[in-house]
């Protein structure tokens, strides 16, 4: 045996009670380490380069030798440990030939009957006076949605805005238009839709219902909480509207589990109570939190302080995530639900998310935009639906966000989970959608660090959890 040495951007190891975690980086897997295994590993990190003499000095007379050589060889093989052999490549440099969508997102209005302070949509009407999405437009979408991944099984047309409610007569063409055309070529499709909930009737919570929308409802939190930031044009709060409308559609719709979006910002951050509110109280199935770190108006951001306040609030909300899940109970906590989902698969992401390779979405104009945020945003779009996709300026994008030779994440330990952070949180930040997400680092490792203490607790006493409640979740496509 040659020297060998650790390779520190490889692994990574989290306490969890009286067990020693090993976080593999590169696979985004978790291993129990052992007694020989735990030594082995503190051998390398103590000693540097590790020879034969090394070995035997250490653990002669205190384990067997071929236990010894086969702990050895097992950190070789994960590229823990190297012998001196080329590694392993992690992710492959991404080179982007077809754009294999599955999802296309329609702005189908640019207006909105609410004018939320902290909103990010730089393209933002009211209802009256927004962009309207052409009917032309929408089905060009989905013919370039069809033409680009013509192998599909399945797909999903997201409607959003402003306010999608308020331009339910081209929803309503749509999806008489998908239901007819996708059937007729063997594909299923779905239908996705977020919105603030203030236009829901009991006629459309039934049109939804027959045509299984997956529904997402915009909300802060309790009265207090939501009515600072979420107002209607002319100034009101609108939580009474919310929140009886949100009511009325948990009471009346089936089809599928409906879940709340909030949006923390400066003087919204307790994260427990507005979970309580909209989980306990008014019933949806999944609250998920996102944090405003970057918008226009630097009243609405979360300073440092705060968002560590809500990272605090949201352990505080794992904790009880956790002994939920220890019960076999799943208390609707998204965010926890999608790290958990992420550990359990061994998820290890080139890319932060699939926008602008499995995801486009179309603008009132028909430009191509990488996510539903950009629309209407100062970004360059990447070609438009009547003449197709800009393959050279879309693959350059994101073959060059994907490449981390010069950037901080080549060795951080959540490079595969976190993968430079959102496009749009950049592009809002730093002005460049290329600039990795450098002000969450922090919070966000010490975010899966606790993900991995609640999920090998789960996995440890009641593994059945992830069978009940994450897989179905991710076979249902969250």
Same mark, same amino acid.
């Given at each position: ?31 129990? $380490? ?10 390398? @990190? ?65 207006? =909105? ?45 997201? +409607? ?11 929803? *309503? ?7 007819? $055309? ?21 006629? $459309? ?123 076999? @109970? ?60 800009? @393959? ?8 060059? @966000? ?10 951080? *330990? ?7 952070? =959102? ?21 966000? *490792? ?19 959890? +992830? ?12």
């Amino acid at each position: 045996m040659g020297e060998l040495r650790l390779i520190e951007r490889n692994v990574h190891e989290v306490a969890v009670d009286d067990r020693r975690m090993l976080f593999h980086v590169p696979t985004t897997s978790l291993f129990e $380490l052992d007694g020989l295994s735990g030594a082995v590993l503190d051998l390398f @990190r103590d000693a540097g380069p590790v020879s034969a003499s090394d070995v035997r000095r250490c653990f002669d007379g205190r384990f067997p030798p071929q236990d010894i050589v086969d702990a050895i060889q097992d950190l070789i093989d994960l590229d823990i440990v190297n012998d001196g052999r080329p590694l392993k490549p992690e992710q492959p440099p991404i080179k982007i030939q077809n754009f294999p969508l599955t999802t296309i997102v329609l702005n189908v209005n640019t207006g =909105c009957n609410l004018s939320c302070s902290y909103c990010y949509k730089e393209d933002l009407a009211t209802p009256a006076e927004g962009d309207r999405m052409a009917f032309e437009t929408a089905k060009n979408s989905i013919e370039l949605l069809l033409s680009e991944s013509p192998d599909r099984d399945r797909y999903n047309i997201v +409607f959003f805005g402003g306010e999608p409610l308020s331009n339910m007569a081209l929803i *309503r063409d749509v999806v008489a238009h998908a239901e007819e $055309l996708f059937p007729a070529r063997g594909k299923q499709v779905d239908f996705t839709l977020t919105t603030n909930a203030t236009l829901l009737t009991e006629e $459309l919570v039934d049109y939804f219902d027959a045509h299984r929308f997956g529904l997402t409802v915009s909300m802060d939190g309790p009265k207090a909480l939501h009515d600072r930031n979420r107002k209607t044009v002319g100034g009101k709060g609108s939580y009474d509207v919310v929140a009886a409308k949100a009511r009325m559609l948990l009471n009346r719709y089936r089809s599928r589990p409906v879940g709340a979006r909030v949006t923390l910002t400066a003087g919204v951050t307790d994260v427990v109570r507005i979970w309580d509110h909209l989980f306990n109280d008014i019933g949806f199935h999944e609250v998920g939190f996102s944090p405003v770190t970057a918008g226009d108006i630097e009243l609405f951001n979360l300073n440092g302080a705060e968002l560590a306040e809500v990272f605090d609030g949201m352990k505080r909300l794992g904790r009880l995530y956790q002994d939920a899940a220890l019960e076999n @109970r799943n208390i609707g906590f998204s965010n926890m639900h999608q790290l958990m989902t992420d550990l359990h698969e061994g998820s290890s992401k080139a890319l932060p998310c699939g926008a602008g390779v499995g995801m486009l979405a179309v603008d009132k104009d028909g430009g191509l935009n990488l996510c539903h945020r950009f629309t209407g945003s100062e970004l360059d779009t990447f070609g438009t639906v009547e003449d197709g996709i800009d @393959r050279t300026n879309l693959s350059r994008f994101i073959e060059d @966000r994907a490449d981390r030779t010069h950037v901080d994440c080549g060795t951080c *330990r959540i490079r595969n989970l976190c993968s430079g952070g =959102c496009y749009h949180e950049s592009y809002a930040r730093y002005s460049d959608p290329m600039h990795p997400t450098y002000h969450y680092c922090d919070l966000m *490792r010490d975010w899966v660090d606790f993900g991995v203490g609640v999920y090998s607790r789960i996995m440890a006493h009641n593994p059945a959890f +992830f069978e009940t409640y994450v897989t179905p979740r991710r076979a249902n496509g969250k």
